[in-house]
T-cell receptor
């Protein structure tokens, strides 16, 4: 059984560009959540997908969007990148709502 | 929304010492998890503990849901225990994290 995987591990972009981050959920998990962790802070919830539908969203602007595929893998897209988007982006999968969330290793995004 | 507070913010221990980390939360919750974040950023699940007490080796956790707090105990600390410890509670369908406790274990 493979755990949660994320790609790429690191990414450097410039302000105004667009980025796509990817996440493969743990086998059998149908729920994927995305979090942003700025330096020195705890992770902040971006949104959650359950069976390909958005199932809740945190306090992030619409330029943060996502997608979940039939195999339950997921993408996080960020448009019009800003310097403050520099962070560690974490994906977590779970068997469903309220179940234990298991995190991937994260993608470190640097916006210059 | 639900608030999560962790204490202490920083902790320095000598190898072999014991420690207690605390997590207070502002509302009733269905789910509480403790994580250890290693220096590479990986969040490692320690406990899923909405109530009661659990133990796993040198680590144990207790959650008193009626009083809205949870404790993480680390006994006989080792240098590999260093890192950031997060408490997170389920608020709706999302995890709400505390600011974490930075633990440094010195040899």
């Amino acid at each position: 059984e493979t755990g949660v995987t994320q790609s790429p591990t690191h990414l450097i972009k410039t302000r105004g560009q667009q980025v796509t981050l990817r996440c493969s959920s743990q086998s059998g998990h149908n729920t994927v959540s995305w979090y942003q962790q700025a330096l020195g802070q705890g992770p902040q919830f971006i949104f959650q997908y359950y069976r390909e539908e958005e199932n809740g969203r945190g306090n992030f602007p619409p330029r943060f969007s996502g997608l979940q595929f039939p195999n339950y893998s997921s993408e996080l897209n960020v448009n019009a990148l800003e310097l403050d988007d520099s962070a560690l982006y974490l994906c977590a999968s779970s068997l469903g709502w309220g179940e234990t969330q298991y995190f991937g290793p994260g993608t470190r995004l640097l916006v210059l | 929304g639900i608030q999560v507070e962790q204490s202490p913010p920083d902790l320095i221990l000598q190898e072999g010492a014991n420690s207690t980390l605390r997590c207070n939360f502002s509302d009733s919750v269905n789910n509480l998890q403790w994580f250890h974040q290693n220096p590479w950023g990986q969040l490692i699940n320690l406990f899923y503990i909405p109530s009661g007490t659990k133990q796993n080796g040198r680590l144990s956790a207790t959650t008193v849901a009626t009083e809205r707090y949870s404790l993480l105990y680390i006994s006989s600390s080792q240098t590999t225990d260093s890192g950031v410890y997060f408490c997170a509670v389920e608020g709706g369908n999302k995890l709400v994290f505390g600011a974490g406790t930075i633990l440094r274990v010195k040899s």
